[in-house]
Nanobody, 125 residues
Framework: QVQLVESGGGLVQAGGSLTLSCVASGRIFGWYAMGWFRQAPGKERDIVTAISWSGGATYYADSVKGRFTISRDNAKNMVYLQMNSLKPEDTAVYYC??????????????????WGQGTQVTVSS
């Protein structure tokens, strides 16, 4: 099992930026695709972005495309989410997730094995 810990959340004004980080530890072996999800109050948890093990393939939800950037540093077991031009509707708890994979080039929108505890992002208008 992989342990994931997110950091970097907080309160920011609309139009501002935040960078979330996620560090993985534990039984890390093989390849892991990574994703960021978010859950706003009263809503389901939705995928925001995903990245392949190699980092060469990424996915972004339409709502964040052009504003958010996912990246990873496998040597450090880290994945990042750079969030720019934040909007009040981006307010949510953001979760980092890992999925074991046999492919270094695929990202995934579901089927994640391990989850972090989440970090709160609040965007004020």
């Amino acid at each position: 099992q992989v342990q994931l810990v997110e950091s970097g959340g907080g309160l920011v004004q609309a139009g501002g930026s935040l960078t979330l980080s996620c560090v993985a530890s534990g039984r890390i072996f093989g390849w892991y695709a990574m994703g960021w999800f978010r859950q706003a109050p009263g809503k389901e948890r939705d995928i925001v972005t995903a990245i392949s093990w190699s980092g060469g393939a990424t996915y972004y939800a339409d709502s964040v495309k052009g504003r958010f950037t996912i990246s990873r540093d496998n040597a450090k077991n880290m994945v990042y989410l750079q969030m720019n031009s934040l909007k009040p509707e981006d307010t949510a708890v953001y979760y980092c997730a890992a999925r074991r994979t046999s492919s270094s080039s695929n990202y995934y929108l579901s089927g994640y094995d391990d989850w972090g505890q989440g970090t709160q992002v609040t965007v004020s208008s």
